[in-house]
Every structure is written in C-alpha cells, then in structure tokens.
Nanobody, 122 residues
Framework: QVQVVESGGGLVQPGGSLRLSCAAS????????MGWYRQAPGKQRELVAI???????IYGDSVKDRFTGDRDYVKNTVSLQMNRLKPEDTGMYYC????????????????WGQGTQVTVSS
C-alpha cells in the first residue's frame, strides 16, 4: 500500500556533489517525518538527516555542515543535497518515511526504500 523509492546515487570524486531524491506514495494520510539513513559494509546504520513534521531537521554530526535536506509536504518527497563529499560518505543510502496509521491515538509506522548506492572515490 505504501511505496518509498530513492534515486540519485552514483559514483563521484571526493569534493563533488550528488543530489538524492525520495518519494513516498500509496495509501498515505499524513507523514510524520521523512529522512535519510546510510550504511557502509560492516557498519551500523546511521542517521544522515531527518525532517520532522514541524519542519525541524536533525543531521548526523559528520554531515551537518555539508548536506542539506529538504521536504515537500505536498508531494511527499524529500531530497538530500550532498556537497563536498568524502570517501567516508560511501554507503547505501536509505529513505525512511514515518507515516501515521492512526490519529486517535497517534500511531506511526516506518517505511523504508530499497536504497541507493553512493560511492565517493578517486
């Protein structure tokens, strides 16, 4: 009923830029939050950026000064502009949508995209 799809990954040299996009679609009444996580081989999944319902954005410490997230509340999309990329940014980037399944009481479910690979290498 709900689909989350990412796009925009690829191979880029250190110092370069990429822009990732994510769209949530299907049976959606309201989205609480949308954002990005990443995971490198052998490492734990970590937060990149998430945009809450009120508009606050939480960034992971390693990307805060280089990445910018943006959410479209009408189209149910979120983007991630990544600048000054470093080799340590390499990983699979996953989009997550936290979608309300009930309002009384408030309940949300997490929906994940399939991931898009970002590789930063010279």
């Amino acid at each position: 009923q709900v689909q989350v799809v990412e796009s925009g990954g690829g191979l880029v040299q250190p110092g370069g830029s990429l822009r990732l996009s994510c769209a949530a679609s299907g049976n959606i009444s309201k989205i609480h939050a949308m954002g990005w996580y990443r995971q490198a081989p052998g490492k734990q999944r970590e937060l990149v950026a998430i945009i809450l319902d009120g508009g606050n954005i939480i960034y992971g410490d390693s990307v805060k000064d280089r990445f910018t997230g943006d959410r479209d509340y009408v189209k149910n999309t979120v983007s991630l502009q990544m600048n000054r990329l470093k080799p340590e940014d390499t990983g699979m980037y996953y989009c997550k949508a936290e979608i309300f399944i009930s309002m009384m009481p408030k309940r949300v479910n997490d929906y994940w995209g399939q991931g898009t690979q970002v590789t930063v290498s010279s």
